[in-house]
C-alpha cells in the first residue's frame, strides 16, 4: 500500500531538469517533457556573409600571391643573369625605404615599439647576410640544380599554405604575444627556400642582394600591407590591382602557360571560392539548447 501511494506521488511529481544526470523518482533517466524544446535556438551562430564582403576578404589572399610570384620572377631572372648584382641593391634599397614610408604615413596602426621591432630585425638580418654570405654562397654546390627547384617549390608552397593570411600575426607582434607555430614554420620555411636559390648564384654580392630582397619581403611585407588595410580599404584594394596586373604581366612575359596558371588561381581564388562560400551557406544548420555545455562568464569589477 505505502509503496503504491508512493509511485503514485511520484508520477505526479513535475519533472525537472537535474544537473550531470541525476535520478528522479518516478521517471527514467532519460525522461524529456514538453518544455525540452522551449529553448532551442537554430542558428544563432552562424554568420550571414555577403558576396562582395568575402570577395573583399579573398583580395589579400590573392595579393600576397601575387607577392610570391613576383619573388619567385626575381629569382628566376636572377638566375639567369638578366638582373646584376647592383640592380638587385637598388630595388632592396627602394623597397626598404617604400616600405618605411608607408610606415610612417600609416604609423596609427601599429606601435612605436613594433617600429623598431622591425627596424631592429632588418639591421640584425642585414648585418648577418653580409657576413653569411660567403657560406650561403657555396652551400649547396653538391647538389643538382633539378633538387634544389623541387625542393623550393615545395618549400614555397608550404609557405603560402600555412601563411597567415588574416594579419594576426602582426596583432600578436604588436601586443607582445609570441606568433603562432605555423606562421613560425611558415616564414622557417620562405627563409630556406631563399638560402637555397641564393646559393646556386654567382658571385657573393648576388647572394647578400637576394637573400636581403628575400627577407625584405617575407619578413617586411606582411606587416607594409596589413597597414594598409587597415589605413585605407580603397588603397588595399588599388594596390592589390596593381600587383595582380603587375605579376600577370612579368608572368607572361615570362612563360604563357604560368601565366594561364596564375590567372585561374586568382579567378578561382576572388570569384569561384567566395561564390562556392555563399552557396554552400544555405546548408549551415546549426542547433544549440539547454543540453550545451554551460559556458562560464566571469565580471569581474574593481
Not at 62 to 77: D, E, H, M, N, P
Not at 276 to 283: A, G, K, S, T, V
Amino acid at each position: 500500500m505505502d509503496t503504491g501511494i508512493r509511485e503514485k506521488s511520484g508520477a505526479r511529481s513535475k519533472w525537472r531538469k537535474v544537473a550531470y544526470g541525476g535520478m528522479q523518482p518516478g521517471f527514467d533517466d532519460n525522461h524529456t517533457d514538453e518544455s525540452f524544446l522551449e529553448d532551442m535556438v537554430t542558428n544563432a551562430n552562424v554568420v550571414q556573409r555577403n558576396m562582395l564582403k568575402v570577395m573583399q576578404d579573398s583580395v589579400s589572399i590573392s595579393q600576397y600571391l601575387c607577392v610570391v610570384a613576383l619573388v619567385g620572377l626575381v629569382w628566376t631572372y636572377t638566375l639567369k643573369s638578366t638582373l646584376d648584382e647592383n640592380s638587385l641593391l637598388l630595388l632592396d634599397v627602394s623597397l626598404l625605404g617604400s616600405g618605411f614610408v608607408v610606415l610612417l604615413f600609416t604609423g596609427e596602426m601599429i606601435s612605436l615599439k613594433l617600429f623598431f621591432h622591425y627596424l631592429l630585425n632588418i639591421s640584425f638580418f642585414t648585418t648577418g647576410l653580409y657576413v653569411l654570405a660567403p657560406i650561403y654562397y657555396t652551400l649547396t654546390r653538391s647538389i643538382s640544380s633539378d633538387s634544389i627547384w623541387a625542393v623550393t617549390v615545395l618549400l614555397i608552397l608550404l609557405h603560402l599554405f600555412l601563411h597567415d593570411y588574416s594579419g594576426s600575426t602582426i596583432k600578436a607582434l604588436g601586443a607582445l604575444q609570441n606568433p603562432t607555430l605555423t606562421s613560425c614554420i611558415s616564414l622557417n620555411a620562405s627563409i630556406v627556400a631563399s638560402v637555397f636559390i641564393a646559393s646556386r648564384l654567382p658571385s657573393r654580392l648576388h647572394v647578400f642582394a637576394i637573400m636581403l630582397f628575400s627577407l625584405q619581403v617575407f619578413l617586411f611585407a606582411p606587416l607594409v600591407t596589413y597597414c594598409i588595410k587597415k589605413y585605407s580599404l580603397c588603397l588595399h584594394l588599388l594596390l592589390s590591382f596593381c600587383l595582380m596586373t603587375v605579376a600577370l604581366g612579368f608572368v607572361y612575359s615570362l612563360h604563357r602557360l604560368l601565366f594561364v596558371m596564375l590567372l585561374g588561381l586568382l579567378i578561382f581564388v576572388n570569384v569561384i571560392c567566395p561564390y562556392w562560400l555563399i552557396r554552400i551557406q544555405e546548408y549551415k544548420f546549426e542547433i544549440n539548447g539547454p543540453w550545451d555545455e554551460a559556458k562560464l562568464c566571469f565580471d569581474i569589477t574593481d
